[in-house]
């Protein structure tokens, strides 16, 4: 009798914590979601007051209440904005950089990081270590003696002031040559003994092997590309050469007050577009190369 | 023979990359301090042949150039607000994101989306957001009174608007919305490298833990925090460098006269005196400018390396 | 503390589109009496670590309940269960000293079970103490050999003055002298706190010669419970028979014509009361007897000298294992040059086991 009593109350005490830490985790699990969806909330606003904006007529953009969707639904907007800023040439400006540069810099970080990592000459590793370093100073400082350079070589408003003093990236090399490292030199040697030679080896195995890695660069330097805004607006300002991030900050120039916001809302979503094109179906590649580098765009 | 050749070959392979560099980086770097030691050096007037003293001249000026030393200022004020905010607020979304089972994915997509945006163009975005449209405090005729979104909200739960970004906008009311930019754009990154970080440290501490008895709090301040410290040393260090060099996301809300339009300049950054520097050809000047921003970069990162070696426990 | 599983079961949902869900574990009824040590033994996925994870309270249970003397724990969690798991490789936190992860747990306990910190700090010293590491409360556990980083795990895990201590595979991260030592260590605390201990383990010799008794599980089900040296003297089936011993057991084909046992050709024992069958036949490597008129033939390979003992090996054609092997004293003489060697049975070292279940049979000599 006593010790049935001692059992129904331990039970009772039990069964207490045990719905006291059911409900603590009940709660946790409210509480994280509840955060998380706030915070996402708050990250995707911006994209979504963009597209509502760029929707509606100035009118009822004006309205002192604000409407979370556009009443007339005016895609004319992003037919206006095409032409204000000239997107047509900005776009194909870009593409022509982008793609240009892309292809150039693969094929010279394809070749040099092949030469880190295969091939041995003197004063190898002094000379990686060298380039290494130079990751460390800050662009603004090559900037000001580029500036100087191009100029002298006459290259203001060219493309080639925007492709070349860009091609040569430390760190893609850096990366490229860490991955061919991982490639077991037994099947260079092998190649060697079947006679194939380096190229054909490069383009048969090495990249096919580190071809996520190549993936990754090329995205990133397409959005370099994309994103670039000082050294453009420094060098090339022409309409026959102006790049894209330049292009659309001069269009609007006007940046509060009462400004036509829905065309340039427009705007922006359409310079943003391609951008969220290449995030939904590369994003693999996209976080892979930028968790191991650190550096936008 | 096959050796001298391999070599021949070698550096036939490196020359295009070894070419571009040595003339736009290495010769740079000679070239820029060269020049940051050259008093008054003008890019313009070398050109007409004139001959510049040597001396440490345009650091003096820089240094007490009323303009620098506000740069300097919003310049360091970012970074010391932003860092800790974004990498705090990257540590708790991690975390959370790294609890949870459904939707796990899709939230992590949303979290990394502001990565890969423009950061000018979805700077217009807020400036659009903070804008007020027409004089808010208006005259009785007038009909134009969007406050913007941001001040909506603010009043919807009964606060009062606040002049952000325009004309007669405050100094700290301009420094909050950069915060709260800059904050979003660095979000991503951070989620990403932390994220990735939990993933790789072993669910038995968290076992352990939890036969312990820790809380969740204790859980992630005694646990999380120390195990995640050679990533969270990693992300800070990064932030206070990409800090250091801030500039477009200002462009993107103020546009290019880095300020509200009745102040002009009034945000602009150690980048952006060094941009200006050049655009009046006072190369001395930008390049000595652009030392000193390394010098600190430098100062900074090493000071991170230093406390993060303290409290990195292994 | 006497802890009781009542038909504990677990089962893992299969992910995978019209796969079979994975049961881990089948309906295990067991009663571990107060202080003692109990290992459960198995191969790998045989369910032993996600018992001792379900008696810990990481893992629910699909079925069944455990309970800790008369309470309940089953939908406890871990921390009011008080549990110490050392885990198997011991999750020490590398971010803190010995000291550090020693009081790791102490400094968790909340509202009457708060200690004062010099109560805090005398406890883990004497802990230490009981461990053999006092000497070491300063050291982070990357400074540690493996042996000390699994002291400080048990260590932390007795701190909280736990009913029941759960060791996961406590040896297997550690070299094979170290194992020698530890397992006596692990035996020693065991017996000076008498709290009562659970240890997973593959190894059937660590199990053996450490516990008080040992539960032999395949596949989710349990095999055999008992005290070490009767599973492995009257295994219930041929499983346990061979998962028992170094070497281990050897096995043969065999038939029972007329109550005599048959291993080939050779009569090798009469059994009676066994009805003619094919059979299997496990005899213990200790089990043979050098006869010159033993009647089981064995084609002799070799002799291996172990000092007190020799090892014969050998072949014969019934034989379910490559060699048979042999354990007998060095002080006999082994003629290996007629290329023959004839042995008698011990009968208690001699099973039959069900030619298709695989149970055992039991005979009388």
New interface residues.
């Given amino acids: 009798m006593a010790s049935n009593t001692i059992a129904t109350m331990k039970e009772k005490n039990m069964q207490s914590v045990k719905t006291a830490s059911q409900i603590g985790k009940v709660m946790a699990m409210i509480l994280t979601y509840a955060f998380l969806i706030v915070m996402a909330i708050i990250v995707l606003f911006p994209f979504y007051w963009m597209i509502n904006s760029s929707l509606k007529t100035l009118d009822e953009y004006r309205q002192s209440v604000p409407t979370f969707w556009p009443k007339v639904v005016m895609f004319s907007n992003y037919a206006e904005a095409f032409s204000a800023a000239n997107l047509g040439r900005l776009f194909i400006n870009t593409m022509i950089v982008g793609i240009i540069s892309t292809i150039l810099s693969l094929v010279i970080t394809v070749i040099t990081a092949f030469a880190f990592a295969r091939l041995e000459f003197k004063g190898k590793n002094i000379l990686f270590a060298g380039l290494l370093a130079t990751m460390m100073i800050p662009g603004e400082l090559f900037t000001i003696t580029n500036y100087s350079t191009v100029t002298t070589f006459g290259w203001i408003n060219t493309y080639t002031v925007l492709i070349v003093p860009f091609l040569v990236s430390v760190f893609y090399i850096y990366l490229l040559r860490q991955n061919f490292m991982q490639i077991p030199n037994e099947l260079y040697l092998a190649a060697k003994v079947d006679g194939t030679s380096d190229l054909k080896y490069l383009w048969k195995v090495m990249i096919p092997l580190s071809l996520p890695t190549l993936i990754s660069i090329t995205i990133l330097k397409m959005m370099g590309a994309w994103n670039s805004y000082i050294w453009p607006r420094l060098v090339a300002n022409d309409d026959a050469h102006k790049l894209i991030t330049n292009g659309l900050r001069s269009a609007f120039t006007e940046t509060t007050g009462d400004v036509n916001y829905p065309v340039q809302m427009a705007a922006v979503a359409l310079v943003s577009a391609p951008l969220f094109l290449v995030f939904v179906f590369l994003r693999k590649y996209i976080m892979k190369g930028v968790s191991r580098s650190g550096i936008k765009g | 023979m096959v ?1 001298s050749k ?2 021949w ?3 036939l ?2 020359a ?2 070894l070419v ?2 040595a ?7 000679f ?2 301090v060269r ?1 940051a030691f050259l008093e008054n050096y003008s ?1 313009l007037k070398a050109a007409g042949g004139e001959t510049f003293a040597f001396g440490i001249g345009n650091f003096k000026k820089v240094l007490e150039y009323k303009k620098f030393v506000n740069c300097l200022k919003t310049t360091a004020l970012l970074c010391v607000a932003t860092v800790p905010i974004s990498t705090l ?1 990257a540590l ?2 991690s975390v ?2 790294n ?2 089972k459904p ?1 796990q994915r899709l ?1 992590q ?14 700077g ?6 903070f ?4 004089s808010f405090h208006g005259t009785q005729n007038e009909i ?4 913007g ?1 941001v001040n ?1 909200v603010i009043e919807f739960f009964g606060g009062t608007a606040v002049n952000w ?3 007669g906008s405050s100094y700290a009311a301009n420094i909050t919305v950069m915060i709260i930019y800059i904050v ?1 754009n660095a ?1 991503p ?1 951070k989620i ?2 932390l994220l ?1 970080g939990l993933q790789s440290i ?1 669910k ?2 968290y ?2 833990a ?7 709090s ?1 859980i992630l301040w ?2 999380t925090v ?2 995640l ?1 050679p990533m969270l040393a ?1 992300v800070i260090i ?1 932030g206070f ?2 800090g ?2 801030e ?2 996301s200002i ?6 006269t880095m300020g ?2 009745d102040d002009g300049g009034r945000l602009n950054t150690m ?1 952006g005196f ?2 200006d520097a ?2 009046t050809n006072s ?1 001395g000047r ?2 000595a400018a ?2 000193i ?2 010098g600190i ?2 100062v900074v990162t090493l000071i991170n390396l230093a406390v993060s070696k303290k409290n990195t ?2 | 503390m006497k802890v009781v599983l009542e038909n504990l079961t677990k089962v893992f949902p299969n992910r995978t589109k019209g796969g079979e869900d994975v049961v881990a574990v089948n309906d295990f009824s067991f009663e571990i009496p107060d202080g003692k040590l109990v290992g459960l033994l198995g191969p790998s996925g045989c369910g032993k670590s996600t018992t001792l994870y379900m008696i810990c309270g990481l893992q629910k249970p699909s079925g069944g309940k455990i309970f800790f003397g008369e309470d309940d724990v089953t939908d406890l969690p871990p921390e009011h269960r008080g549990v110490g798991l050392v885990f198997q490789n011991y999750a020490l936190y590398p971010h803190m000293t010995v000291k550090q992860n020693i009081l790791y747990p102490l400094q968790n306990l909340k509202g009457e079970d708060k200690l004062s910190k010099e109560e805090m700090l005398k406890r883990t010293v004497e802990v230490a103490k009981l461990v053999q590491i006092d000497n070491l409360l300063d050291r982070k556990p990357s400074e540690l050999s493996g042996g000390q980083q699994q002291r400080v795990a048990i260590a932390r895990a007795l701190v909280k003055m736990p009913r029941v201590l759960l060791l996961d595979e406590p040896l297997s991260n550690l070299d094979a002298r170290l194992r020698l030592q530890t397992r006596e260590e692990i035996r020693r605390i065991q017996q000076e706190t008498g709290i009562t201990t659970i240890f997973v383990t593959h190894d059937q010799e660590e199990a053996m010669s450490i516990s008080d008794m040992i539960v032999v599980m395949k596949l989710g089900v349990v095999q055999q419970i008992g005290k070490p040296q009767n599973v492995y003297d009257d295994p219930a089936n041929l499983f346990v028979a061979k998962f028992l011993g170094t070497p281990p057991i050897n096995v043969f084909e065999g038939e029972v014509r007329g109550g005599m046992l048959f291993i080939g050709e050779d009569p090798v024992m009469a059994v009676r009361n066994v009805p003619d069958q094919k059979v299997s036949v496990g005899i213990r490597p200790e089990g043979f007897i050098l006869d010159e008129r033993g009647p089981l033939h064995c084609h002799i390979n070799g002799v291996e000298v172990m000092g007190r003992d020799v090892s014969i090996v050998a072949t014969n054609e019934a034989s379910l294992n490559p060699v048979v092997r042999s354990i007998i004293s060095a002080e006999n003489k082994v003629d290996t040059s007629s290329g023959t060697v004839r042995y008698s049975i011990k009968p208690h070292k001699l099973f039959l086991f069900h030619h298709e279940t695989e149970e055992r049979i039991p005979f009388e000599v």
């Fill in positions: 050796e391999k070599q070959k070698a550096w392979y490196l295009p990359a571009l560099l003339i736009f980086t290495v010769w740079p770097i070239n820029t020049m890019g607020l708790l979304i959370a994101l609890s949870i939707l939230l997509t949303i979290f990394f989306l502001p990565y890969v945006t423009n950061s000018i163009a979805i217009m975005v807020f400036a659009a957001m804008n007020i449209v027409g134009i009174a969007t406050a979104i909506n970004i325009n004309s979003w979000l990154f990403l490298i990735g072993n038995q501490y076992d352990a939890k036969v312990d008895g820790s809380t969740r204790r005694r646990i120390p195990l410290s990693y990064t460098i990409g250091f060099k500039y477009t462009v993107g809300i103020f546009g290019a509200p339009p980048v060094i941009y050049l655009s190369q930008a390049s652009a030392l921003l390394f970069i430098l426990h292994y």
